[in-house]
């Protein structure tokens, strides 16, 4: 089984600044990777998913992650936040081979204005 | 095109009861996962069902149980419900072994166990 790992449960960002949350994952085979946005009190939404090709991915709203597979890293970053970017994100793996998906155990963003 | 569909969206029992959640998939998807996300504990797996089928389930006592029909829609059952039972519950879909495309997730049903 693959293990995704989050290391920060909470990340406080000042509104305007830039953020990173942390996503590591184990996995000796090929793997999909995604990060997912949970607002409150709503399902998890798709931000952006790294199949293959380019290791930067882009969101549609400004997020951006990239792969970097000697590290087993797959870290969201945004060069400046929002108040309206608080929410909780979890990362997920899923193996090219089958589709069962492996989430963090989240990270909640808080944009302080 | 309709998203994933839960109902209800919320839930009230009190402990010892039953309860019962579902699920509609996006159309074509025959893959449905179930989801528990306590407060504070993340996303923990529950169930998935394809084609109808049973592939796999997280670590679960057997009094949480469920099934998928026909129509690749599904129902979440918990028995003999617990106060730590308390979550929200979350169903995904997929297309079948397509990893790739990635889960699509409903709004949840927020499940309260007085």
């Known amino acids: 089984a693959q293990s995704v790992t989050q290391l920060d449960s909470q990340v406080p960002v000042f509104e305007e600044a830039p953020v990173e949350l942390r996503c590591n994952y184990s996995?000796?085979?090929?793997?999909?990777l995604f990060w997912y946005v949970q607002y409150p009190n709503q399902g998890l939404q798709l931000l952006l998913k790294?199949?293959?090709?380019?290791?930067l991915v882009e969101s549609i709203n400004g997020f951006e992650a990239e792969f970097n597979k000697s590290q087993t890293s797959f870290h969201l970053r945004k060069p400046s936040v929002h108040i309206s970017d608080t929410a909780e994100y979890f990362c997920?793996?899923?193996?090219?081979?089958?589709?069962?998906?492996?989430f963090g155990t989240g990270t909640s963003l808080t944009v302080i204005p | 095109e309709a998203g994933v569909t839960q109902s209800p969206t919320h839930l009230i029992k009190t402990r010892g009861q039953q309860a019962t959640l579902r699920c509609s998939p996006i159309?074509?998807?025959?893959?449905v996962y179930w989801y528990q996300q306590a407060l504070g504990l993340g996303l923990q797996f529950l169930l998935w069902?394809?084609?109808?089928?049973?592939?796999n389930r997280g670590n679960f006592p057997p009094r949480f149980s469920g099934r998928q029909f026909p129509n690749y829609s599904s129902e979440l059952n918990v028995n003999a419900l617990e106060l730590e039972d308390s979550a929200l519950y979350l169903c995904?879909?997929?297309?079948?072994?397509?990893?790739?495309?990635?889960?699509?997730f409903g709004s949840g049903t927020r499940l309260t166990v007085v």
């Open positions: 995904a879909s997929s297309f079948s072994n397509r990893g790739n495309y990635g889960y699509t």
């Open positions: 996995s000796s085979v090929s793997v999909y």
């Open positions: 790294y199949l293959s090709g380019s290791t």
């Open positions: 997920a793996v899923s193996e090219v081979s089958g589709n069962q998906f492996y």
């Open positions: 159309s074509g998807h025959t893959s």
């Open positions: 069902y394809d084609e109808g089928e049973e592939r």
